[in-house]
């Protein structure tokens, strides 16, 4: 195809105009036509209150014939600030095919919005759309806030009196109560201060960073830089490319204070929180440090992570060995281990990171049990595809719109096309895991190890070294069996099968964070919210920056993009709430002009 800029920019125009037009004039069927076969139409709480893909025109035009009556959008305009001007765009199917990738704007009377269209030519050549992606960025009225001049009360108050008068403020009468302050919940709360939402967060620990500092002690993010920047926080250009543990640690207190946080450390709330649905409002009681303080917020946001408590299996006979259980939760280094017999249950990351450290420590003998199906993959492949979707010298909020316009049901297709070449990169590492017994998987669907992150959060690790131990047999595999019981020396398997350890580490997962908020919430409350996490029937996660199905009660959970990305959606529904637009059918309804005049102060 041309690639000449002006040409791409044409292209762009015309289709955007034609797209424009039919949704004016609410033709669905015209709508559906410009689209491909195989394409998709994702909705971020535009024309609901929620979040929608769909797929091939059949089914765009059913859900547009449902959601345009009683809305106005538009016009549509290029984003030429976007970052992501008209340009050439490859199929990421290995199918070959070229199109054109833009970024546009557009209004509706409560919402201000972006998307972004990707174009395929067809068979003959006509350009339709591969995805469409609109979100919802702004309310009118309301928009996120910038930032400041610095300069206070004709430069005669300091920042010390004017953040103290604000912080007593937020503490008086917060609006939001956030539990958790990791990295999701620090991120939320710093959205939440940008769009004018009074804000707590609480956390149990003593600091902030406490639920990374007390993991093990070579703990290093397995994901790059360009992907674990924090929200208004990009690190700097001399950061490691792969963050350890401790310099994430760091990295988060200063974010804490950077962005003027609200944050009450070593503080818990009390099992039992009420919420009073005639007033919208909570009543939680909250042990700060010893003294019990009542709150009374609006929403109550879940940010103590999507894993909740360890989970330990119950073992017959454990208090006879005389050895050392731990969870891997509990493991801070090798260095105890050393000279002795350890058995690792489990092998997904956290395992190949404590059997690769057990072996440098001088463990004696390591044995990893495989209780299910793995899939592996390389650091060089996964910095390859980690090079794709967050490019190094590519802004952050540039990576992450781009990321939100892809499906995952999509990319679900995708990646079950693709794995093929994905897999043959990485044979010989998985030819020789396979010679010493290791059970390997392609994922769910052969998609390979991305959607695993969303379905299950676990089944796969990224090898950073453990599969060249287990190759040359420093790190021995046992699969196919569990633990039967243990013996004063030893465990025996449910084959029948005797292991003398001096260790027993199980690296067997967590909880979710449902079934660790059954404990405050009860579950009465926690029964009536959405299961969290993994994908629904359209290819979305569940129960995350959207509503739970429990009034006032959110979850706000993930990795480092979710925090980051997602929280923006989680503000404007509770924006939404707290100005009492939930009345509209959506944010592209028409409101009354009572209404308007409301949104609009």
């Given at each position: 195809m041309d690639g000449a800029p002006s040409q791409l920019r044409q292209t762009a125009?015309?289709?955007?105009?034609?797209?424009?037009?039919?949704?004016?004039?609410?033709?669905?069927?015209?709508?559906?036509?410009?689209?491909?076969?195989?394409?998709?139409?994702?909705?971020?709480?535009?024309?609901?209150?929620?979040?929608?893909?769909?797929?091939?025109?059949?089914?765009?035009?059913?859900?547009?014939?449902?959601?345009?009556?009683?809305?106005?959008?538009?016009?549509?305009?290029?984003?030429?600030?976007?970052?992501?001007?008209?340009?050439?765009?490859?199929?990421?199917?290995?199918s070959g095919r070229e199109g054109i990738e833009f970024a546009f704007t557009f209004e509706a009377p409560v919402l201000k919005g972006r998307g972004i269209a990707r174009l395929i030519p067809d068979d003959v050549g006509t350009f339709k759309a591969f995805t469409v992606y609109l979100e919802a960025v702004d309310i009118k009225g309301h928009e996120e806030l910038g930032h400041e001049l610095g300069l206070f009360e004709g430069h005669?108050?300091?920042?010390?009196?004017?953040?103290?008068?604000?912080?007593?403020?937020?503490?008086?009468?917060?609006?939001?109560?956030?539990?958790?302050?990791?990295?999701?919940?620090?991120?939320?709360?710093?959205?939440?201060?940008?769009?004018?939402?009074?804000?707590?967060?609480?956390?149990?620990?003593?600091?902030?960073?406490?639920?990374?500092?007390?993991?093990?002690?070579?703990?290093?993010?397995?994901?790059?830089?360009?992907?674990?920047?924090?929200?208004?926080?990009?690190?700097?250009?001399?950061?490691?490319?792969?963050?350890?543990?401790?310099?994430?640690?760091?990295?988060?207190?200063?974010?804490?204070?950077?962005?003027?946080?609200?944050?009450?450390?070593?503080?818990?709330?009390?099992?039992?929180?009420?919420?009073?649905?005639?007033?919208?409002?909570?009543?939680?009681?909250?042990?700060?440090?010893?003294?019990?303080?009542?709150?009374?917020?609006?929403?109550?946001?879940?940010?103590?992570?999507?894993?909740?408590?360890?989970i330990i299996p119950k073992v017959p006979s454990a208090e006879v060995f005389k050895g050392t259980i731990i969870h891997a939760s509990a493991y801070q280094g090798g260095h105890p281990f050393t000279d002795q017999r350890v058995l690792v249950v489990g092998a997904g990351n956290t395992s190949a990171d404590v059997c690769q450290d057990l072996v440098v420590r001088g463990a004696k003998e390591v044995t990893m049990l495989q209780r299910s199906e793995t899939v592996v993959v390389s650091a060089a492949l996964k910095g390859q595809e980690w090079e794709v979707v967050f490019p190094e010298h590519t802004p952050s909020e540039v990576n992450d719109f781009r990321l939100a316009a892809m499906p995952l049901g999509q990319l679900r297709r995708i990646l079950i096309k693709n794995n093929k070449k994905s897999t043959e990169f990485d044979r010989e590492m998985h030819e020789g895991l396979q010679r010493k017994g290791f059970k390997l998987s392609d994922g769910p669907d052969g998609a390979g190890n991305k959607l695993l992150v969303f379905e299950r959060a676990g089944g796969y690790w990224i090898d950073v070294g453990v599969a060249e131990m287990i190759i040359d047999g420093r790190v021995k595999i046992r699969n196919g069996i569990e633990i039967d019981h243990f013996t004063s020396n030893g465990i025996v398997f449910t084959d029948g099968s005797e292991l003398e350890v001096d260790?027993?580490?199980?690296?067997?997962?967590?909880?979710?964070?449902?079934?660790?908020?059954?404990?405050?919430?009860?579950?009465?409350?926690?029964?009536?919210?959405?299961?969290?996490?993994?994908?629904?029937?359209?290819?979305?996660?569940?129960?995350?920056?959207?509503?739970?199905?429990?009034?006032?009660?959110?979850?706000?959970?993930?990795?480092?993009?979710?925090?980051?990305?997602?929280?923006?959606?989680?503000?404007?529904?509770?924006?939404?709430?707290?100005?009492?637009?939930?009345?509209?059918?959506?944010?592209?309804?028409?409101?009354?002009?009572?209404?308007?005049?409301?949104?609009?102060?």
């Open positions: 125009l015309d289709w955007l105009s034609r797209f424009s037009g039919y949704l004016a004039a609410k033709d669905v069927g015209s709508i559906a036509s410009l689209f491909l076969p195989e394409g998709w139409f994702r909705d971020s709480l535009v024309f609901t209150w929620d979040f929608r893909a769909l797929e091939g025109p059949s089914k765009i035009a059913s859900y547009l014939r449902e959601v345009l009556p009683g809305t106005q959008v538009g016009p549509f305009v290029l984003d030429d600030k976007s970052g992501i001007p008209p340009s050439k765009f490859r199929a990421p199917d290995y005669t108050k300091s920042w010390g009196e004017v953040k103290a008068q604000r912080h007593a403020a937020v503490e008086q009468d917060p609006q939001v109560l956030i539990i958790g302050g990791g990295q999701s919940g620090l991120q939320v709360a710093a959205r939440f201060r940008q769009m004018d939402l009074r804000t707590i967060v609480i956390e149990k620990t003593a600091r902030v960073g406490d639920n990374w500092r007390n993991r093990y002690p070579m703990l290093t993010l397995h994901t790059p830089r360009s992907h674990h920047h924090l929200l208004y926080a990009p690190f700097p250009r001399n950061w490691p490319t792969f963050t350890p543990r401790d310099k994430l640690v760091a990295w988060l207190e200063q974010y804490a204070e950077s962005q003027d946080l609200v944050i009450w450390t070593s503080s818990t709330i009390k099992p039992g929180p009420t919420y009073d649905r005639s007033t919208g409002r909570w009543t939680v009681v909250v042990d700060r440090n010893g003294t019990e303080v009542v709150l009374h917020p609006n929403h109550i946001v879940l940010s103590a992570g999507l894993l909740g408590e360890p260790a027993v580490i199980f690296a067997t997962g967590y909880y979710n964070i449902r079934h660790s908020m059954k404990k405050l919430f009860g579950d009465e409350v926690i029964s009536k919210t959405k299961e969290v996490w993994g994908l629904n029937e359209e290819g979305e996660l569940r129960g995350c920056y959207c509503r739970s199905g429990y009034p006032g009660l959110w979850y706000g959970v993930g990795d480092f993009y979710c925090g980051r990305y997602m929280s923006k959606q989680l503000a404007i529904l509770i924006k939404s709430e707290e100005l009492e637009l939930t009345a509209l059918k959506s944010l592209a309804s028409i409101p009354s002009n009572e209404l308007m005049e409301k949104v609009t102060v």
